[in-house]
């Protein structure tokens, strides 16, 4: 990099969904923002992760501020501009070009990419946004309660980066700018003596993380595509974890995440089903009955006959969760070793898949399964990013806890409401199997609200958090991580650092100040942000 030294209005460090979602709505408001990407493709668990959007079941209506509306009517726009629909296909408003069952939008990585960098032009055009890619946090400096730099280092060639900005914003999958800058911040389970929360353990324990997860995406074609061995598939061929209650992790069988029972689910290629006729809304049916279609990206009944030669299939499956040591505690060797290793079980599954699977008619294996490495970006296939769950969590000004979103705490009260609310999210609390060996936590939850004062830490003046890195805990983390919240959060993040520059003050002070808060709510009102759920609307499941 040739650049050394940068100064800005507002350094934003990951380019995960929080990330774009918070340069656009500083850049918006006049803000001159850095924004910041470690790797090859911005959009984090929408994109680089390869996660389909979790969303709730009215995401179509209400709930989501407008910014993610327009990514996502840009993503169904991309499809039918450029793609040979079906007729029946184009014609659906609410087009699902993957009819995967997780989401009433499942599609390909690289097109979310797409929209978010047209979205982005405009203001990297004219300057006001300048995005740094393939490079990572690797120090920080400090003047008391206020960040002064961020050191940046390239993942392609080790050049450093100095960034110096008024605000910055920690938009990072793991919270790295919090052990960087001094930031106290929390990792793994709360004690119940701290958080008064029903699910959380007697004793407070920072190594138990929630699994993450390297994801990849397959099709099923002629021909023998399996791939060589792993390394250290003889390992993973035999793990059965405790939650498996003795069975393989590397099979069809999972514990159900509300029943904890295991079950077996069912995994049948291009089964030739009615794409037009998936309901994707997890209130009412999980949809994993069908692996193949449970996450799948690409249904090839929706297009020309013969433009697809199979469905696309995104595997994100308990199978592959990796939960054999934290990696938010470990030093970076470690970290990396560890990243490593669930490269390892991915590639292990897919080889497993491959070779020993049952079948429907009885045989084993699926040699016609075919990593998809054009799909994800990657050259063998796996997701270029792993897909973290859980992050480090800031001491905040407002810490949500289970008993302001669980439905058998708040019942038809509904979740608490916030004063300070920025926005609006939904889903169960959902935590994966853990670090700790704890099996699923799943929990229902109620439609709840994003206090800001869970974006400002307690000390930290110019810092906010714009991603999973809020003030929930282990248990609400759980809820508070799927791509709408994380958006809403970041775009609540970048507008706020924003209108601190232009008005010159400073986020604490927005939020103790009545007539700050309500001015700078005005503003997001009027972004379509949508700070509260309509009355009646909205439910627990």
Known sequence: MTEHDIHTDILIVGAGLGGVAAALAAADRGARVVLTEEFPWIGGQLTSQAVPPDEHPWVEEFGITARYRALRDGIRDVYRRRYPLTDAARERDELNPGAGWVSKLCHEPRIAVGVLEEMLAPHRSTGRIRLLERVRPIAATADGDAIRSVTLSSVVDGGETVVRARFVLDATETGELLPLADVEHVTGFESRAETGEPSAPEQAQPDNVQAFSVCFAIDHVDGDHTVPRPAEYDFWREYAPAAWQGERMLSWQAPNPRTL????????????????????????????ANLWTFRRIA??????????????????????????????????????????????????????????????????????????????GS???????????????IRALTTITENDVSYAVRGDDGATRYRDSVGVGMYRIDLHPSTGGDTYIDVASTPFEIPLGALIPQRMTNLLAANKNIGTTHITNGCYRLHPVEWNIGEAAGHLAAYCLAEDTAPHAVHADDALLADYQRELDETGVERHWPEGRAHAY
């Open 379 to 393: 050259d063998d296939g796996l997701a270029q990013a792993p897909y973290h769950r859980e992050s480090r969590r």
């Open 299 to 376: 249904a090839r009944d929706l297009f020309a006959d013969g433009f697809y030669e199979s469905d696309i299939c995104l595997v994100n499956w308990p199978s592959i969760d990796y939960f054999l040591a934290p990696v938010l505690t470990a030093d970076r060797e470690e970290e990396i070793a560890h990243y490593e290793r669930a490269r390892q079980l991915s590639l292990s599954m897919v080889h497993w898949m491959q070779t020993e699977a049952p079948r429907p008619d009885g045989g084993f294996g699926f040699p016609g399964l075919r990593l998809r490495p054009d799909v994800m």
């Open 261 to 288: 029972e295991i079950g077996t689910r069912g995994f049948a290629p291009n089964p030739g089903d009615d794409a037009l006729d998936v309901d994707a809304d997890q209130s009412r049916n999980a949809g994993d």
